[in-house]
């Protein structure tokens, strides 16, 4: 296999005395889906947090295609290609949608481009572009989710992170979102994503791992660990 896209060793985030995530080894390969699922407070937001540079990493390094992004400060992270969705509530409620898209592209410079992003976008969500001139606010749950999902497109990302983007939202919509996750993985995109939903995570990944109290205990190809027992009784309910 090729080298992978982003690479992660030996990361540890501790908050306080709490170490958080005890030195965890992480890749993703370009054009793969890969996800990191686990309980509630395993390590799985502070991981994300570490990797878009907004906690402090206690020890560990983190490459994008070789470049070193340990110690970048988040918003040169962003431009080299690293991209969080931010949680799908964090959108601007007063600013219109087309207002929060545009704002995703505010690093970019290349005018044509981001136009055809936003049509991109347009295209993936249509409500985004039936709603383009009304509030972010009066959107609902799952279109907030599309949104800042959207936003993030906007920056071009190489990478893109996401943290839980079914939470709170009904199953229907969540099995939306997914769907969408791969389309635009099969447009060329890598992701990360965080998930407490484990079922479905695995069932769209390529590559996942299974975190509990900060370390990596599993990992496996999506199909492999949604067929392990361990997986099985631990967070399938099987
Ligand atoms: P969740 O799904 O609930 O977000 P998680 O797997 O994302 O869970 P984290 O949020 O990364 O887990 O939390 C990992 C550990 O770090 C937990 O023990 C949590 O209580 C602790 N923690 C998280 N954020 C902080 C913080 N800001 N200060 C202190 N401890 C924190």
Same mark, same amino acid.
């Given at each position: 296999?090729?080298?992978?896209?982003?690479?992660?060793?030996?990361?540890?985030?501790?908050?306080?005395?709490?170490?958080?995530?005890?030195?965890?080894?992480?890749?993703?390969?370009?054009?793969?889906?890969?996800?990191?699922?686990?309980?509630?407070?395993?390590?799985?937001?502070?991981?994300?947090?570490?990797? !878009? @540079?907004? +906690?402090?990493? =206690?020890? $560990? #390094?983190? &490459? %994008?295609?070789?470049?070193?992004?340990?110690?970048?400060?988040?918003?040169?992270?962003?431009? !080299? @290609?690293? +991209?969080?969705? =931010?949680? $799908? #509530?964090? &959108? %601007?409620?007063?600013?219109?949608?087309?207002?929060?898209?545009?704002?995703?592209?505010?690093?970019?410079?290349?005018?044509?481009?981001?136009?055809?992003?936003?049509?991109?976008?347009?295209?993936?969500?249509?409500?985004?572009?039936?709603?383009?001139?009304?509030?972010?606010?009066?959107?609902?749950?799952?279109?907030?989710?599309?949104?800042?999902?959207?936003?993030?497109?906007?920056?071009?990302?190489?990478?893109?992170?996401?943290?839980?983007?079914?939470?709170?939202?009904?199953?229907?919509?969540?099995?939306?979102?997914?769907?969408?996750?791969?389309?635009?993985?099969?447009?060329?995109?890598?992701?990360?994503?965080?998930?407490?939903?484990?079922?479905?995570?695995?069932?769209?990944?390529?590559?996942?791992?299974?975190?509990?109290?900060?370390?990596?205990?599993?990992?496996?190809?999506?199909?492999?660990?949604?067929?392990?027992?361990?997986?099985?009784?631990?967070?399938?309910?099987?």
């Amino acid at each position: 296999m090729s080298a992978p896209l982003l690479q992660v060793n030996g990361l540890k985030v501790a908050y306080g005395h709490i170490e958080a995530v005890k030195g965890i080894d992480l890749e993703l390969h370009e054009g793969q889906i890969t996800t990191l699922v686990g309980a509630n407070g395993a390590g799985k937001s502070t991981t994300l947090l570490a990797l !878009s @540079g907004l +906690v402090k990493k =206690a020890a $560990g #390094r983190v &490459t %994008l295609d070789g470049k070193d992004l340990t110690k970048m400060a988040p918003h040169k992270i962003v431009s !080299s @290609g690293v +991209v969080q969705v =931010a949680e $799908g #509530r964090a &959108t %601007l409620t007063t600013l219109t949608v087309r207002e929060n898209l545009e704002l995703g592209a505010y690093t970019r410079r290349d005018r044509d481009s981001r136009a055809r992003d936003l049509d991109y976008v347009y295209g993936l969500f249509p409500v985004l572009k039936e709603r383009a001139g009304g509030l972010a606010g009066n959107l609902s749950g799952g279109e907030q989710q599309m949104l800042a999902i959207g936003r993030a497109l906007m920056a071009k990302p190489r990478v893109l992170l996401l943290d839980e983007p079914s939470m709170g939202l009904a199953p229907i919509i969540v099995q939306d979102i997914f769907r969408t996750l791969r389309n635009i993985n099969q447009a060329g995109l890598t992701i990360f994503l965080v998930e407490q939903n484990v079922r479905q995570a695995l069932k769209i990944a390529d590559r996942a791992y299974v975190i509990e109290t900060g370390s990596i205990v599993l990992s496996g190809t999506g199909r492999e660990l949604l067929v392990n027992p361990k997986v099985q009784e631990a967070y399938l309910g099987s």
